[in-house]
Nanobody, 115 residues
Framework: QVQVVESGGGLVQPGGSLRLSCTAS????????MGWYRQAPGKQRELVAG???????NYSDSVKGRFTISRDNAKNTVYLQMNSLKPEDTAVYYC?????????WGQGTQVTVSS
């Protein structure tokens, strides 16, 4: 069974930074395109960043220039470095493949940006 564990969330002031981590089980990881998604209260889950097995990246317009996705295949881990955080970045952040697998949604990690 494929599992992911997200971590690194927390409460941060506007303008601050956080680094999220997602560790996945299974041999699929190294060749899979992975993505970070987020879901804010009352909103649909959205993709914010993706990274291919060859390290090509893409970002939603709302986070471009502020967030950086990376991966360490030796650790089966994908990261999301978030800088210049804004209150509208407040959400539960999840990682999954892209496109996502229903069975692979984890608990997520809460990010709250507030003064």
């Amino acid at each position: 069974q494929v599992q992911v564990v997200e971590s690194g969330g927390g409460l941060v002031q506007p303008g601050g930074s956080l680094r999220l981590s997602c560790t996945a089980s299974g041999s699929f990881f190294r060749t899979s395109t992975m993505g970070w998604y987020r879901q804010a209260p009352g909103k649909q889950r959205e993709l914010v960043a993706g990274i291919t097995g060859g390290d090509n990246t893409n970002y939603s317009d709302s986070v471009k220039g502020r967030f950086t996705i990376s991966r360490d295949n030796a650790k089966n881990t994908v990261y999301l470095q978030m800088n210049s955080l804004k209150p509208e970045d407040t959400a539960v952040y999840y990682c999954n493949t892209r496109p996502p697998l229903r069975a692979m949604w984890g608990q997520g990690t809460q990010v709250t940006v507030s003064s």
